[in-house]
């Protein structure tokens, strides 16, 4: 059994009567669906076949399946039972699916599509009646593994329960909405948007096994897709495809982008192309979606900003590091490493987030990772600062910023950029110098890419083009 591993005094607060917490289980999070919808008799089979098997409240029961309603119905599943839902993502490989194993120690472990199709076809008992409590473990989610090794983050029944009921309202989405799923069920994003908005605001979740751009057109088109969530490279992809069209993404009306790159010009470039509400958004794995805009909200916030607050979420900036923290009842539980949550917090249940950012009235602002600054003789960059200016250039589609080890300087500042027209160093120093930034925060080599590589939950693998950055020889 996973145990939450992290108390603070505002428990009792997101307790009291009408509050975060005073809430179904995400079980009872559920709308009456359709006449002749399967998904109930689907779900209470393949509860009764886990049951069978042994799983009882309080287990863990593991998965490697394609991004898809076989995920969903077993997220549904292990609710009903009680059981936490442990998915692991479909591209991890060998190594990494033996460790997380070691990790959770699952009772049950449906190792593929016929597996899950196995269960389904069982004449088990069924399984109508919840079993879960609001403050037991739903799910265990890994982290991306950007800052290092993955941890396995604990989330409750009633923190998500809370999150997916309060962003429907935030995001203002109903039973006409649907939504275009390509981040896998094994993220957060995949878990928050796929499986628990649909079901608190009774909308459609159309998913993807594998992000294809011309697929999700196909689909945006023939699904009349309304909302889309996930990182710039989804519609930086979908902006350069050859059938893309503004007629077949017309049913769009909200696009909400988060993670590394999300610029004003992103918003700028999206807004037009789509023709639809882009606003930006932020969250992690062990805290989603915490700030972003809401209907009302001054456009221009929802361009230069990462949004304000959603529900009871508080924010602050540590002082020496300039390192986000916050705290909220939607924040996990801990990691499954108790060493691990007692680094990743601090005094009073704060939480810290590994990201600088500014708060100004309210509004946050992320500049980037603690660790995604360059430093160049002795001037501390954010890499997001240069990617901000690279992108607001009309050639630049995409730019990641990394430092390159220097024995004079430290680090040299290393542009990889994905462009719809040349886009070379001079070019670069030019509008740099027209837009009056700092000299030393000025690219000192371009580097072009047909796509920028990306880890599985869409974000750029910097690591990989820090690497790429050290092995390439400087242009003298």
Not at 469 to 476: E, H, I, K, N, S
Request: glycine residues 10%; neutral net charge.
């Amino acid at each position: 059994m996973l145990r939450p591993t992290l108390t603070h005094r505002r428990r009792a607060q997101y307790r009291r009567p009408g509050g975060p917490w005073d809430g179904p289980t995400l079980d009872g999070l559920r709308w009456a669906g359709t006449p002749g919808d399967p998904t109930p008799t689907r779900v209470a089979t393949l509860a009764g076949a886990l049951s069978s098997r042994g799983v009882v409240r309080g287990d863990v029961v593991a998965w490697q399946l394609p991004n898809g309603e076989g995920a969903r119905l077993l997220y549904l599943a292990c609710w009903r039972i009680g059981a936490t839902a442990a998915p692991v993502h479909p591209s991890a490989g060998r190594a990494d699916l033996e460790r997380a194993l070691a990790i959770l120690s699952p009772r049950v472990i449906v190792a593929d599509v016929p597996d899950l199709e196995r269960l389904l076809a069982g004449d088990d008992r069924l399984v109508h009646e919840p079993a879960a409590r609001p403050g037991d473990v739903a799910v265990v989610l890994f982290t991306s593994g950007s800052t290092g090794t993955p941890k396995a983050a604990l989330h409750t029944h009633r923190g998500l329960a809370w999150k997916a009921r309060l962003m429907t309202a935030v995001h203002g989405l109903g039973p006409e909405d649907a939504v275009l799923m390509p981040a896998p069920l094994a993220h957060i994003s995949g878990l928050l948007n796929g499986c628990l908005l649909p079901r608190a605001a009774g909308m459609r979740a159309v998913f993807m096994a594998q992000w294809d751009p011309d697929h999700a057109l196909h689909l945006i088109e023939s699904e009349r897709i309304t909302f889309m969530i996930g990182p710039p490279t989804f519609f930086i992809d979908l902006m350069a495809a050859p059938s893309f069209t503004r007629e077949r993404v017309e049913s769009l009306r909200l696009i909400s982008s988060g993670g590394a790159g999300v610029t004003p010009a992103f918003v700028d470039q999206a807004t037009v192309a789509f023709g639809c509400t882009v606003k930006r958004t932020y969250g992690s794995t062990e805290a989603p979606t915490v700030t972003t805009s809401h209907r009302g909200d001054p456009p221009e916030r929802a361009r230069a900003t990462d949004g304000r607050v959603t529900g009871e979420v508080e924010l602050r900036i540590d002082r020496d590091s300039g390192e986000l923290l916050l705290r909220g009842p939607e924040l996990f539980v801990g990691y499954t490493d108790v060493e691990q949550t007692v680094a990743a917090h601090a005094r009073g249940g704060w939480f810290r987030t590994g990201d600088v950012a500014s708060i100004d009235d309210g509004w946050l602002t992320i500049a980037g990772r603690v660790n995604d600054v360059i430093i160049r003789g002795g001037e501390n960059i954010a890499a997001a600062e240069v990617e901000s200016v690279l992108e607001a250039h009309p050639a630049v589609r995409q730019a990641v910023a990394v430092g390159r080890p220097d024995d004079r300087l430290g680090e040299r500042v290393v542009a990889f950029v994905v462009t719809s027209t040349p886009f070379d160093l001079s070019e670069c120093r030019a509008w740099f110098a027209a837009r009056g930034v700092t000299k030393f925060k000025w690219p000192e080599e371009i580097i072009p890419l047909d796509a920028v590589p990306t880890m599985a939950a869409g974000k750029p693998d910097r690591a990989a083009l820090r690497e790429r950055a050290r092995a390439t020889p400087p242009v003298l």
